[in-house]
Nanobody, 127 residues
């Protein structure tokens, strides 16, 4: 049974930083692509960042470029999202996702390509 569990969310002020973690259990050895998505109330779930197996290839949404950094530690079966210079518009529930498939830089942006999802962690940024 594959399980993804996010942690690290919280209430912060604009300009602060947070680091989200996604701990994977189960058949984690087969995850090639892992990603972060977020969803604000009343909005669709949107892509934030993705990383491939060896960590060498990463993709970011325009809103995340220059502020967020995605990484993964395969030895610990954990993925991270370091978020700096947070803004009120970053407020959302953040979800980690994983798939065994090798996704292109275009495919990583779409929720339909991921097979496993976590329950989400809330990030709230006050102005």
């Amino acid at each position: 049974q594959v399980q993804l569990v996010e942690s690290g969310g919280g209430l912060v002020q604009a300009g602060d930083s947070l680091r989200l973690s996604c701990a994977a259990s189960g058949r984690t050895f087969s995850f090639h692509t892992m990603g972060w998505f977020r969803q604000a109330p009343g909005k669709e779930r949107e892509f934030v960042a993705a990383v491939r197996w060896n960590g060498g290839m990463r993709d970011y949404a325009d809103s995340a470029k220059g502020r967020f950094t995605i990484s993964r530690d395969n030895a610990k079966n954990t993925m991270y999202l370091q978020m700096n210079s947070l803004r009120p518009e970053d407020t959302a529930s953040y979800y980690c996702a994983a798939t065994t498939r090798v996704l292109s830089s275009l495919q990583v942006m779409y929720v339909t390509y991921y097979d496993y999802w976590g329950q989400g962690t809330q990030v709230t940024v006050s102005s």
